[in-house]
T-cell receptor
Framework: SQQGEEDPQALSIQEGENATMNCSYKTSINNLQWYRQNSGRGLVHLIL?????REKHSGRLRVTLDTSKKSSSLLITASRAADTASYFC??????????????FGKGTHLIIQP | DAGVIQSPRHEVTEMGQEVTLRCKPI?????LFWYRQTMMRGLELLIYFNNNVPIDDSGMPEDRFSAKMPNASFSTLKIQPSEPRDSAVYFC?????????????FGQGTRLTVV
């Protein structure tokens, strides 16, 4: 079953604009991760935020986590054509002695118009 | 390290045939995951191993699916007999840590088409 749900399902913006994607999840988590997938390729890890963190930055990426609302957001600033891809949030569930793998949402398909 | 290596990249087979997908995880990684991706269902976790031992196979759709990890550097996912609804992209991923405190590294996937 899907733990994370991304919103929106698709997003099209102009190059240079900022892109914001949201993720909601259902149960307690150990951490939340964001991945990118280019068409026909495997997933590439972008950033990991732990359950006790609220915000994290990596280059043009900014991730927030609100555990009270069970939600996260990914902000890509100053978007580029090369950012066109699908973006997934993934949650590492906490269950007793440890997390049990990553569960992915269905992703947000981001298109950057040149 | 070359990353997670999957083979074949593409597989076309007839319904009823046996299909074997292969994965070589990153050296030193303790956990290995098999995922299936379709447009309808997204990314589904099928099974994962920790230190070569299957931990959770609740995501395996049917008894037609089986997975093995005979050693730390090799895993297989087998479908026997295959059906058209098994058509999907199958990904293998590995991680240092079962608890997922670090990132997972994905292979390029095997695109399976069952006709």
């Amino acid at each position: 079953s899907q733990q994370g749900e991304e919103d929106p399902q698709a997003l099209s913006i102009q190059e240079g604009e900022n892109a914001t994607m949201n993720c909601s999840y259902k149960t307690s988590i150990n951490n939340l991760q964001w991945y990118r997938q280019n068409s026909g390729r495997g997933l590439v890890h972008l950033i990991l935020i732990r359950s006790n963190e609220r915000e994290k930055h990596s280059g043009r990426l900014r991730v927030t986590l609100d555990t009270s609302k069970k939600s996260s957001s990914l902000l890509i600033t100053a978007s580029r054509a090369a950012d066109t891809a699908s973006y997934f949030c993934a949650t590492a569930l906490y269950s007793g002695g440890g997390a049990d793998g990553l569960t992915f949402g269905k992703g947000t398909h981001l298109i950057i118009q040149p | 390290d070359a990353g997670v290596i999957q083979s074949p990249r593409h597989e076309v087979t007839e319904m009823g045939q046996e299909v074997t997908l292969r994965c070589k995880p990153i050296s030193g990684h303790n956990s290995l995951f098999w995922y299936r991706q379709t447009m309808m269902r997204g990314l589904e976790l099928l099974i994962y191993f920790n230190n070569n031992v299957p931990i959770d196979d609740s995501g395996m759709p049917e008894d037609r699916f089986s997975a093995k990890m005979p050693n730390a550097s090799f895993s297989t996912l087998k479908i026997q007999p295959s059906e058209p609804r098994d058509s999907a992209v199958y990904f293998c991923a590995s991680s240092l840590d079962r608890r997922m405190n670090t990132e997972a590294f994905f292979g390029q996937g095997t695109r399976l088409t069952v006709v």
